[in-house]
């Protein structure tokens, strides 16, 4: 499998352009790897987990063909995950020579936003194909399964992570949620992960249990109870993202902080193969 992180921040993006923090400040000065859009993955360039309001500007900065993407995963509907709009883009007529349909993955309330955004342009329902997700239910395409799980994020809405089985591989896919809720422990226990995608928005709390959103803390306890059970994840790849600028930490501080416990941080254009 082949991960292409496109995105690697917070809702408001790192830096927030209307913040005048010293952390914003700072990773305006630095650039680089200190650029960071709202949270969103491609993989095997074809699927992708959420659609951030950068996701024009990312297919541009790193090349991604996005006519060739036609799963769409949604893990929520915060403004950071889900631009739905930015899909009409897409429809025959503004683009052309697009794989049709673009089949969507997502809660009731994810889909519905999509269903608005798409009413407004007629003839085109057949240019989308939605699957309301079911927590714990798992689902095909092609031969690859995935199941979504249980997120600790919005308790307003039912927040999925995902886990992707293709190949033999098996990726996680963690954000945004803070430390899993136990239906997700119960599900996981036991798994071989080689993988894990994890939330770290929030840099340093102290809490080996975050909630709503994982800290370092709580990425380094995720990553020891996944040792706990299975001695192949001693070598699960763990890769922190989704970081927010409040948590006053520049990219080089995060690997400073992370890299003792082979834990990866990750930025912009950063592409990774199990
Ligand atoms: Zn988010
Ligand atoms: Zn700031
Ligand atoms: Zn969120």
Redesign the pocket.
Known sequence: MKVHFLGTA??EGFPNVFCRCQTCRDARKAKGRNIRTRSSVVIDDQWRVDYPPDAYYQALRDDVDMSRVNHLLL????Y??LCAGDLLSRIEGFAHGVEQPLNIYGNDLALQQCRTAFSEESGIQQQFNMQRLIPFEAFWIGQTKITPLLAD??PRET?FLFFIEKDGTHLLYG??SGWFPPATWDWLEGRRVDMAILDCTVGRNGNPKSR??MSVETVIEVKKRFQAWHEENTKTKIIAT?FSHNCGLLYQDLVDILAPYQIEVAYDGLVKHI
């Open positions: 917070a809702a893990t929520h509907t915060h950071d995950h994020h919005d927040c954000n945004d709503n959103h989704h």
